[in-house]
T-cell receptor, first 111, second 114 residues
Framework: AQKVTQAQTEISVVEKEDVTLDCVYE???????LFWYKQPPSGELVFLIR??????QNEISGRYSWNFQKSTSSFNFTITASQVVDSAVYFC????????FGAGTTVTVRA | DVKVTQSSRYLVKRTGEKVFLECVQD?????MFWYRQDPGLGLRLIYF???????EKGDIPEGYSVSREKKERFSLILESASTNQTSMYLC?????????????FGQGTRLTVV
């Protein structure tokens, strides 16, 4: 069985602060993919980033960066220099043959 | 643009009614999913389908069934609605989730069972 755990329920920051979201996962598979999705107040989930289980290289894309560590089964996500528009619920997800989500972390960025 | 469309944004149904939630995608995706979203619980997978007429139970299938007669359409059925099925329901589709393709989501259906 696969499981995704997001320990942080809510995070509140002031604009321009960095925000790091934690994600820990469990799976028996050796091949899998990890994702981060964003759900803004409008409600529709939007894909942000993905990482496969074979590639532990960390990346940066604009203000987003992610840290994948297979040894600790963690896939953390950072928003640098947060903006008010980053306020949303962020979900970590894992897929092998089905797509499983964590409970989500609500990020509030205050002006 | 990929589009996943759920037939209703809001629904109010009575206890015991049979409820159909419809989802249509326009990108010829093989895989479709139904989730329910509840505060503090995130998205929980109810059922998914990897091909026409094929379905698999997710993590919380009890009280639900699904139908996939055509590739583009995936229906979630509440056989006899109960108040504990009041929730936000999200449909998603993906081309090859096992190869890491992302899922596209509908706007959600907020179902209230009274």
């Amino acid at each position: 069985a696969q499981k995704v755990t997001q320990a942080q329920t809510e995070i509140s920051v002031v604009e321009k602060e960095d925000v790091t979201l934690d994600c820990v996962y469990e799976t028996r598979d050796t091949t899998y993919y990890l994702f981060w999705y964003k759900q803004p107040p409008s409600g529709e989930l939007v894909f942000l980033i993905r990482r496969n289980s074979f590639d532990e290289q960390n990346e940066i894309s604009g203000r987003y960066s992610w840290n994948f560590q297979k040894s600790t089964s963690s896939f953390n996500f950072t928003i640098t220099a947060s903006q008010v528009v980053d306020s949303a619920v962020y979900f970590c997800a894992l897929t092998d043959y089905k797509l499983s989500f964590g409970a989500g972390t609500t990020v509030t960025v205050r002006a | 643009d990929v589009k996943v469309t759920q037939s209703s944004r809001y629904l109010v149904k009575r206890t015991g009614e049979k409820v159909f939630l419809e989802c249509v995608q326009d990108m010829d995706h093989e895989n479709m999913f139904w989730y329910r979203q509840d505060p503090g619980l995130g998205l929980r997978l109810i059922y998914f389908s990897y091909d026409v007429k094929m379905k698999e139970k997710g993590d919380i299938p009890e009280g639900y069934s699904v139908s996939r007669e055509k590739k583009e359409r995936f229906s979630l059925i509440l056989e006899s609605a109960s108040t504990n099925q009041t929730s936000m329901y999200l449909c998603a589709s993906s081309l090859f989730p096992h190869r890491g393709t992302e899922a596209f989501f509908g706007q959600g259906t907020r179902l209230t069972v009274v």
